[in-house]
């Protein structure tokens, strides 16, 4: 069945599931149309939509939207269902700030480094660069410290109450502790243990699983 959004992206993409989570929070039914950014051959029809190249690009009717932290105040903006942006004043500066410490600090350490080396790789049969998980991790340590803090303040990341933040740093987390280095340095941080902990059971992460072929 074709419904009148669309999600274009990457099954394995850690924005792309950000997207679809909270498509899932918010109860919006959508199509999805599968876009390797990795290919060669991206599609001049799909650089149209995405100047970068990169997934994942909302559709709606006629209105297209790419960057993901757009895309999804889009559709919590744009749709009924559960507010998933706070506007009380600190409050709405946490959530931006979780979100931007993950795309400015997170990703690469935690995703493209250590989830990419220790489990994407080997998953599709290629070889892990230990050198990569150990930068990856060093850095992460800084990143779950800073949102764990923000945890422990306890006004974003309980738990509770889901925000756009949540759906945002919930898949990269998601993807660090495939790899056992990952587990081991979330356990390190508690209130942000806590809260996976409680996050990774909503049907939103169930229902968004990439599903990478076992080893
Ligand atoms: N700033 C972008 C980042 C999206 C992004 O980096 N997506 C990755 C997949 S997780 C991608 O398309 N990578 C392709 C590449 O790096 O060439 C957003 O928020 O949507």
Redesign the pocket.
């Known amino acids: 069945m074709e419904y009148s959004v669309i999600l274009r992206g990457?099954r394995y993409?850690?924005?792309?599931r950000i997207a679809r989570v909270v498509l899932h929070e918010k109860g919006v039914a959508y199509s999805t149309e599968e876009i390797d950014?990795?290919a060669t051959n991206v599609s001049e029809d799909y650089l149209k939509l995405h100047p970068?190249?990169?997934?994942?690009v909302l559709s709606h009717g006629k209105f297209d939207v790419?960057?993901?932290?757009a895309?999804a105040q889009y559709v919590n903006a744009a749709f009924e269902g559960p507010e998933l942006m706070p506007t009380e004043a600190e409050t709405l500066a946490r959530v931006t700030q979780v979100i931007s410490i993950v795309?400015s600090y997170g990703?690469r350490p935690m995703?493209r480094q250590v989830f990419a080396h220790r489990v994407f790789r080997p998953a599709f049969g290629e070889v892990a660069d230990e050198a990569e998980v150990t930068a990856g991790i060093d850095a992460s340590h800084t990143v779950l410290g800073a949102l764990n803090n923000i945890a422990k303040e306890g006004r974003v990341l309980d738990g509770q109450s889901i925000t756009v933040a949540d759906c945002h740093l919930a898949p990269m987390i998601a993807y660090f502790v495939q790899s056992r280095e990952g587990a081991g340095a979330l356990k390190a941080h508690k209130k942000l243990a806590d809260w996976w902990a409680t996050v990774s059971q909503r049907e939103s992460l169930q229902a968004t699983a990439p599903g990478l072929p076992s080893k």
């Open positions: 990457y993409s850690v924005y792309n950014p990795f970068f190249g990169r997934v994942p790419f960057e993901t932290s895309i795309d990703y995703v």
